[in-house]
């Protein structure tokens, strides 16, 4: 997930200088949400097998020889954590499957590779990619219902869909692997599929012009990188409102 809070945050205590107090708390915090990751742990070590999160179909990976990966970001497994019926599990290796939208762990004894049941499996972070599930509803503008990598969650709210098809050769093309996005703004809990700048400024139109005049400033190019762009331009956007 890209999230630019820290950084802020960072360059005000700069700025500032914290002061013993909010040393004092945060020291405190850390070591109190240490404390309860060390607890947890120790549950999880106890039930073993037991947990939730080893329960599921086993996962049989395509055999077919191809260019390419089906998983996002790698095709070895990447470390991360689920929330998994509303237990957290860290230090997680995962796959993401961008074909069947699933997530695939360890079984417990590690020898063999389970497939979550994404209705029990409700968020996710991997690489440092942050993915919540959303329902698909008649009115608020999502096609699919699925996981979708949380890019901005301010007002509004900037959302990317990422799937991979297989595409099979013929001839001598080779059969591969290819990744799409489809970007979103959500406003106000609606979902508006956004594909380029024009399509961005159309829904922010009381703010075309500082929008525009933001673009041309910072040199941000929707054509070559859109997905940057739409994130510096959502964040911008959200701080003229906010």
Do not use: W
Request: aromatic share 14%.
């Amino acid at each position: 997930m890209k999230c630019f809070l820290p950084i802020i945050t960072g360059i005000l205590f700069f700025i500032a200088g914290p002061s013993e107090a909010q040393v004092r708390l945060s020291q405190d915090s850390a070591i109190y949400q240490e404390s309860i990751a060390r607890v947890h742990q120790v549950y999880l070590n106890e039930i073993g097998d037991n947990a939730q999160i080893y329960h599921g179909a086993e996962y049989i990976r395509n055999g077919q020889k191809s260019i390419g990966f089906p998983y996002f970001v790698s095709d070895n497994m990447q470390n991360g954590s689920v929330y998994y019926q509303g237990v957290l599990y860290s230090n997680v290796n995962l796959f993401y499957n961008l074909i069947s939208d699933e997530l695939i762990v360890n079984n417990y004894p590690h020898n063999a590779q389970i497939t979550l049941s994404p209705v029990k499996a409700d968020s996710f972070s991997i690489n440092n990619h942050f993915f919540v599930l959303l329902p698909a509803t008649k009115t608020n503008g999502l096609t699919n219902s699925g996981y979708y990598e949380v890019l901005y969650y301010g007002e509004p709210g900037l959302f990317a869909k990422r799937e991979k098809r297989l595409v099979v050769g013929s001839g001598s093309l080779d059969t591969k692997y290819i990744q799409y996005e489809t970007y979103y703004i959500r406003i106000r809990n609606e979902f508006h599929p956004v594909d380029g700048k024009s399509a961005f400024l159309d829904l922010f139109k009381d703010q075309e012009t500082a929008l525009k005049k933001y673009i041309r400033g910072n040199k941000l190019n929707f054509k070559k990188d859109l997905e940057s762009s739409l994130i510096n331009t959502t964040i911008y956007y959200s701080r003229l409102k906010n």
